[in-house]
């Protein structure tokens, strides 16, 4: 990252010092002008500044970590350097890369299938995107080409479908995770359902900053678009359904801050939580999503998905590749089998995934 802008000398030693103080020193408080301060207090800030990063959970210190490297960088500061996310050469690598034009020319296949095979075809495309998070290919080479076996290892897409049914006047709320390949895919999803009456109007959460190296931004999506805009085929007519539903409102992005904030989901605020109320089906895409959605926690494998999500307000779904040890909601036949056969590397790996649902059900939490 360091490498692919020419930063200046405040910049780097900027940089320098934040690794010095993750691997030597302690976490610090951010700068008195800094827009969000006022936020990170209330997400726990002050109880920690002074502590070793090690010291405090990790989805904590992650979250402020990619915090304290945009301050590094000036995103944050009037100035030349503000809102120049730091990780978007890895991410515009991505759709550019001659594999994505055949990925897209693949669409053209799609119409010849009955619409719930395009539509499952397409679920499948948003949840194995996943896998391509850039973060996670940095440190996992070559996982995208293993033969996952059995590669779901929890599939509820019954219980999804039922909230999405052709012709229904479903919300559809899509909580994003990474750009690229991730998000191409999701926005493909979005504007099948929107193109076929499975959801008559879509809200895209992005994340505000950037975050995570791949997390989507807006640019981010507006990359995507113009990158789908720009293919022929079915991959253009579904930028079109996608444009022109951002055009009149069925389609919007949302970069809310709780997106990025260092909790579960169990935090979250009221407008948020009503948000998700209104909804036909909330999901979360990916790994990190997963984690603040059931708590960054060793859950036993076997705890129903249900239980670990009673406190969301509404249908909710996950669509996850597994990249972390928080899981839950396997069978028991499902967990020993994985086991057996790679003890605990089918946790992370990436190589495994799932779709999992929860309805509401009388007497879930409202709180
Ligand atoms: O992009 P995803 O699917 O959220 O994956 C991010 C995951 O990768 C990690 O950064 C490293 O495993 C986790 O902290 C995080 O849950």
Not at 4 to 30: H, N
Not at 50 to 60: A, I, K, Q
Not at 127 to 132: E, F
Request: glycine residues 8%.
């Amino acid at each position: 990252m360091r490498g692919a802008f020419p930063y200046g000398p405040g910049q780097r030693q900027a940089l320098d010092e934040l690794l010095k103080s993750c691997t030597e020193g302690t976490i610090g408080p951010l700068p008195s002008g800094a827009p969000d301060r006022e936020r990170w207090r209330e997400w726990g800030l002050p109880d920690r500044v002074g502590r070793p990063w090690y010291d405090v959970p990790w989805l904590w210190s992650e979250s402020y970590f990619y915090r304290r490297l945009l301050q590094a960088v000036g995103w944050f500061d009037p100035g030349a350097w503000q809102g120049i996310d730091p990780f978007r050469p890895f991410k515009r690598a991505e759709p550019d890369a001659p594999e994505t034009d055949a990925e897209l020319a693949a669409l053209d296949a799609l119409p010849t299938l009955p619409e719930p095979e395009r539509a499952c075809a397409l679920l499948h495309g948003s949840l194995w995107g996943n896998r391509a998070d850039l973060g996670f290919r940095l440190s996992a080479e070559g996982a995208e080409a293993q033969d996952p076996v059995p590669a779901l290892v929890a599939d509820d897409s019954a219980a999804l479908w039922s909230q999405l049914p052709p012709g229904g006047a479903a919300t559809l709320v899509l909580v994003a995770d990474n750009a690229g390949r991730e998000l191409v895919p999701d926005l493909l999803l979005i504007a099948h359902l929107l193109a076929e009456g499975r959801a008559a109007r879509a809200v895209l959460h992005i994340k505000p900053y950037p975050y995570y190296v791949s997390d989507a931004t807006t640019a981010d999506v507006v990359d995507a678009l113009h990158r789908l805009r720009a293919a022929p085929g079915v991959a253009g007519d579904y930028a079109r359904v996608l444009w022109s539903a951002m055009a009149d409102g069925r389609l919007t992005v949302r970069a809310h801050p709780f997106s990025c904030a260092p909790l579960p989901y169990d935090r979250m605020p009221d407008d948020l939580r009503a948000e998700f109320a209104a909804a036909t089906l909330t999901v979360f895409k990916g790994d990190l999503n997963y984690r603040r959605l059931v708590g960054d926690r060793r859950w036993p494998p076997t705890t129903p998905f249900a239980e670990t999500t009673r406190y969301f307000p509404g249908p909710v779904a996950a669509l996850r590749t597994l990249k972390s040890d928080v899981i839950t909601g396997l069978s028991p036949a499902t967990e020993s089998a994985l086991v057996a056969a790679e003890g605990r590397r089918w946790r992370t790996s990436g190589a495994h995934a799932l779709v999992q649902v929860a309805l509401k059900w009388p007497g879930a939490e409202a709180t």
